[in-house]
Antibody, heavy 125, light 108 residues
Framework: QVQLQESGPGLVKPSGTLSLTCAVSGGSISSLNWWTWVRQPPGKGLEWIGEIYHSGTTNYNPSLRSRVTISLDNSKNQFSVSLNSVTAADTAIYYC??????????????????WGQGALVTVSS | DIVLTQSPGTLSLSPGERATLSCRASQRISSNFVAWYQQKPGQAPRLLIYGASSRFTGIPDRFSGSGSGTDFTLTISRLEPEDFAVYYCQHYGTSLFTFGPGTKVDIK
């Protein structure tokens, strides 16, 4: 079974860069899947950040596109997110997940099936 | 962009009761692109339903999804104690995922 684990600094200064890594085990990041990041401000709902395909193709939430980069490292079986110019509004639990684009009977289905446990990142001086 | 609205915001029910959660899209969407997740406090979301009505592996059959067009429903036929949680609907469209604001199902 695929398992994901986020890691990275829990505290980032305003205007700095938030960087997190998601280590994948139980499966290859080079398999035919996408990999995604989702965040959740404390006590609030879920916000999709972006996704990356094993080839390196990325899609981002337009609201974050100017500040976010998602990359992957096949040799380490992990992928990462970087968010620059952070403010207190970026304080959230950041989740990584496997992002399935599943083809069956002539159509695609899209969903996130395996998730990491989440990493809280606080933006504060 | 598609906006998802979930209702009610909070649903207060007793174990054994039926829960009906609504997810409404701001415009017509494909049911193939709708998923539902359950989230308990301190835990990551858990996939329940994809394609509006297909249960994910290991999800009990008391959970069911339905709907088309702009209106989608997650039904829990008989609430078990472990079902009290927040539920989110999700849509995929044009390389963009969006989530609804969630419905909290709590114990009456």
């Amino acid at each position: 079974q695929v398992q994901l684990q986020e890691s990275g600094p829990g505290l980032v200064k305003p205007s700095g860069t938030l960087s997190l890594t998601c280590a994948v085990s139980g499966g290859s990041i080079s398999s035919l899947n996408w990999w995604t990041w989702v965040r959740q401000p404390p006590g609030k709902g879920l916000e999709w950040i972006g996704e990356i395909y094993h080839s390196g193709t990325t899609n981002y939430n337009p609201s974050l596109r100017s500040r976010v980069t998602i990359s992957l490292d096949n040799s380490k079986n992990q992928f990462s997110v970087s968010l620059n110019s952070v403010t207190a509004a970026d304080t959230a639990i950041y989740y990584c997940a496997r992002d399935v684009h599943y083809y069956r009977s002539g159509t695609y289905y899209y969903y996130f099936d395996y998730w990491g446990q989440g990493a809280l990142v606080t933006v504060s001086s | 962009d598609i906006v998802l609205t979930q209702s009610p915001g909070t649903l207060s029910l007793s174990p054994g009761e039926r829960a009906t959660l609504s997810c409404r899209a701001s415009q017509r969407i494909s049911s193939n692109f709708v998923a539902w997740y359950q989230q308990k406090p301190g835990q990551a979301p858990r996939l329940l339903i994809y394609g509006a009505s297909s249960r994910f592996t290991g999800i009990p059959d008391r959970f069911s999804g339905s709907g088309s067009g702009t209106d989608f429903t997650l039904t829990i036929s008989r609430l078990e104690p472990e079902d009290f949680a927040v539920y989110y609907c999700q849509h995929y469209g044009t390389s963009l995922f969006t989530f609804g604001p969630g419905t909290k199902v709590d114990i009456k």
